[in-house]
């Protein structure tokens, strides 16, 4: 299939087209990273933006159960919601281990859903390496509510935040004295802190929970302009709360539509991507051109010993990369390579460079 007919193919809602799309943007060939740019340039821009959100919990915490309850909730709402459920790595085989989508078995049987695990593989934030397309393909499909699961809770789940609307953290109940385990980086993130869990003999605790986080929360700055962070208890298990966290979600949507900032935020989102990709295509660019990879060996060598500071390592690389780049363009041989070159890489650490 071609990538017009492919990108016309998600567009009308083919779920195997867009199965097919996702697993060419995860692709780390360069021939398919060619096809997967083509693709994304052919897809149209979602008449409606969806409801991008977040999802982060330590696990156990029922983050599969809750996906589901609140997608069944949506469903019943009209909704078409896409879960990007970003699994740990096997370590065997480097692929997603693909346990969230067989924990989610009523939601996954439902039409208007589509559950997509992708392997976490050795990227840091909590989220796939192709998180961002993922949600661009899944928009264009007609798809308004899209979850991005986790893998789990740390500061590095910025990067999660950087891409959708609404932050939704998921805690367990516990005591005051767990409160001060969980790192402020996340809970400055958080729009929505959901209690879950709160059934049987533990809604005492998860009540508890709601009130400290409520106090916690009202000292921490809020992630959202003109939204003030609510705590909720639910229980994925029984169904209870559920309705209530659809409703803040919704909410929070409004109050960033009115006030401007769900058409900032997305603005900002892009140029973030933009920056992410250009210093991951450079590094790429590094590991494949073959000429370039004797003088990296020789500069991690010097580093390794200490006879050379990274930073001026790197800053040398660079200056021969560029270099060689230039004298490799036709008729552009004799032109001056821009960055001094250095013919004595191993030179002390300082060498009278400036940063």
């Given at each position: 299939?071609?990538?017009?007919?492919?990108?016309?193919?998600?567009?009308?809602?083919?779920?195997?087209?867009?199965?097919?799309?996702?697993?060419l943007?995860?692709?780390?060939?360069?021939?398919?990273?060619?096809?997967?740019?083509?693709?994304?340039?052919?897809?149209?821009?979602?008449?409606?933006?969806?409801?991008?959100?977040?999802?982060?919990?330590?696990?156990?915490?029922g983050?599969?159960?809750?996906?589901?309850a609140?997608?069944?909730?949506?469903?019943?709402?009209?909704?078409?919601?896409?879960?990007?459920?970003?699994?740990?790595?096997?370590?065997?085989s480097?692929?997603?281990?693909?346990?969230?989508?067989?924990?989610?078995e009523?939601?996954?049987?439902?039409?208007?859903?589509?559950i997509?695990?992708?392997?976490?593989?050795?990227?840091?934030?909590?989220?796939?390496?192709?998180?961002?397309?993922?949600?661009?393909?899944?928009?264009?499909?007609?798809?308004?509510?899209?979850?991005?699961?986790?893998?789990?809770?740390?500061?590095?789940e910025?990067?999660?935040a950087?891409?959708t609307?609404?932050?939704?953290?998921?805690?367990?109940?516990?005591?005051?004295?767990?409160l001060?385990?969980?790192?402020?980086g996340?809970?400055?993130?958080?729009?929505?802190?959901?209690?879950?869990?709160a059934?049987?003999?533990?809604?005492?605790?998860?009540?508890?929970?709601?009130?400290?986080?409520?106090?916690?929360?009202?000292?921490?700055?809020?992630?959202?302009?003109?939204?003030?962070?609510?705590?909720?208890?639910?229980?994925?298990?029984?169904?209870?709360?559920?309705?209530?966290?659809?409703?803040?979600?919704?909410?929070?949507?409004?109050?960033?539509e009115?006030?401007?900032?769900?058409?900032?935020?997305?603005?900002?989102?892009?140029?973030?991507?933009?920056?992410?990709?250009?210093?991951?295509?450079?590094?790429?660019?590094?590991?494949?051109?073959?000429?370039?990879?004797?003088?990296?060996?020789?500069?991690?060598a010097?580093?390794?010993?200490?006879?050379?500071?990274?930073?001026?390592?790197?800053?040398?690389?660079?200056?021969?990369?560029?270099a060689?780049?230039?004298?490799?363009?036709?008729?552009?041989?004799?032109?001056?390579?821009?960055p001094?070159?250095?013919?004595?890489?191993?030179?002390?650490p300082?060498?009278?460079?400036?940063?």
């Open positions: 299939m071609g990538t017009v007919s492919l990108a016309g193919a998600i567009e009308a809602g083919d779920r195997r087209a867009l199965a097919k799309g996702i697993t943007i995860e692709s780390s060939r360069n021939d398919h990273r060619e096809r997967a740019a083509r693709l994304l340039s052919a897809l149209p821009a979602p008449r409606v933006p969806a409801l991008r959100v977040a999802l982060s919990g330590a696990p156990g915490v983050k599969s159960t809750f996906i589901e609140l997608g069944l909730q949506a469903i019943g709402r009209g909704r078409r919601i896409a879960v990007l459920s970003v699994d740990p790595s096997s370590r065997l480097g692929g997603s281990i693909l346990g969230d989508k067989t924990r989610m009523a939601l996954s049987r439902k039409p208007e859903a589509y997509r695990p992708s392997p976490a593989g050795t990227t840091l934030g909590g989220v796939a390496r192709r998180t961002r397309e993922a949600i661009l393909l899944c928009e264009a499909a007609g798809f308004d509510l899209i979850i991005v699961e986790t893998v789990g809770v740390g500061q590095s910025v990067r999660a950087e891409m609307d609404v932050f939704l953290l998921l805690l367990l109940p516990f005591g005051g004295d767990e001060q385990g969980i790192k402020r996340i809970m400055e993130l958080a729009d929505i802190v959901v209690v879950n869990k059934d049987g003999g533990q809604r005492p605790a998860a009540l508890r929970t709601v009130a400290e986080y409520r106090n916690a929360l009202r000292l921490l700055r809020p992630h959202t302009p003109g939204w003030c962070p609510v705590v909720e208890a639910c229980s994925a298990l029984t169904g209870e709360g559920i309705e209530s966290v659809w409703g803040h979600l919704l909410a929070h949507r409004r109050v960033v009115i006030g401007g900032e769900l058409e900032q935020r997305r603005r900002g989102q892009s140029v973030s991507w933009l920056w992410e990709e250009l210093s991951e295509q450079l590094m790429a660019w590094l590991d494949q051109e073959a000429g370039i990879r004797v003088p990296v060996g020789e500069y991690e010097l580093v390794a010993e200490g006879r050379l500071a990274p930073p001026v390592a790197a800053r040398r690389i660079l200056s021969e990369v560029l060689r780049a230039v004298r490799s363009v036709p008729g552009r041989e004799g032109e001056a390579p821009g001094a070159l250095h013919s004595d890489p191993a030179r002390a300082g060498g009278g460079e400036t940063s």
